[in-house]
């Protein structure tokens, strides 16, 4: 199978690795040269362009930052859909509005290019491991055509429904995920304040019930206040925002997402750590409780 492969940032390179290591051919195009040249090292075919890295290919992937990134690769004047002949499977992992992915796969169409918006939950850890969890939104035929790519990269793929309901899926995991590390960074900084060891603590409650995958992943970054980024503060923002956005077009209430949005926020505007990692919120939580 001959895959493109467009995007090779902090989850993508590791993605299109992993997918050359499963024997896969595997032709990349990334706007810095760095990843591809590391790529190409690894066995890869360099994309002249976008429409040559989608040229002769059985299904053409991307991993982008946002949803104008995505229409803009995919339906610009420079972009797949006006530079080539069509006919393959199309699969986006980017994180972005439900309703885009809907519209861009509603244009492909005509091409005869079906589309799967596929995101995922992981971080850099999980794409570089290949244990991603990839939540899935399309035609159950073409979902079946890509579980040979999607278990190189992933431990688990799921379908969740029709095109769009993948990012849906991905953005109530976000949320989720964002609630959860500001109540993580909350009790830190309760222990942290009262002189109690936050190691011991953590150590106390993985076997209860506030055990979680966010407690075991995110605390030792927060304790050691090590913010190297897995995902970006400025993309967790991003995603909150698609969240809110979506939640508005439906009417459904998200206080929480709002409050921890506003963190993240402060963070990118104040603190100038856009580019940190989110578990950075918890020095948010240190900076409101300074005596």
Do not use: W
Not at 14 to 42: C, H, I, Q, W, Y
Not at 70 to 99: C, W
Not at 169 to 175: F, S
């Amino acid at each position: 199978m001959k895959i493109g492969f467009i995007g090779l940032g902090i989850m993508g390179k590791p993605m299109a690795k992993n997918l050359l290591t499963a024997g896969f051919s595997v032709k990349v195009f990334n706007r810095s040269k760095d990843s591809v040249k590391e790529l190409v090292s690894l066995g890869a075919i360099e994309g002249k362009s976008i429409a040559d890295t989608a040229k002769d290919v059985d299904v053409l992937i991307t991993m982008l930052p946002d949803s104008p990134d995505v229409k803009e690769v995919m339906l610009g004047k420079d972009g797949v859909f006006e530079n080539t002949q069509g006919h393959f499977l199309y699969i986006d992992m980017s994180s972005i509005a439900p309703r885009a992915s809907q519209e861009i796969g509603k244009k492909l169409l005509e091409k005869d290019i079906h589309m799967l918006d596929a995101p995922v939950s992981g971080g850099d850890v999980g794409a570089i491991a290949g244990t991603l969890s990839i939540m899935v939104g399309g035609e159950e035929e073409d979902f079946n055509k890509a579980i040979p790519l999607f278990e190189a990269m992933g431990k688990s793929h799921t379908l969740i429904g029709k095109l769009g309901s993948g990012n849906t899926c991905k953005l109530t995991n976000n949320l989720i995920v964002a609630a959860s590390m500001a109540a993580l960074a909350e009790g830190l900084v309760l222990a942290k304040k009262t002189g109690t060891d936050m190691t011991k603590v953590i150590e106390a409650i993985r076997g209860g019930s506030a055990g979680s995958n966010v407690v075991d992943t995110k605390s030792k970054k927060m304790i050691e206040e090590t913010y190297i980024p897995g995902f970006k503060i400025d993309l967790h923002i991003k995603d909150l925002r698609n969240a809110l956005k979506t939640g508005e077009e439906v009417n459904s209430y998200m206080p929480l997402t709002k409050l921890t949005l506003e963190m993240l926020e402060s963070l990118s505007r104040d603190f100038k750590m856009g580019n940190d990692d989110h578990t950075a919120v918890y020095k948010y939580y240190l900076s409101r409780s300074e005596d």
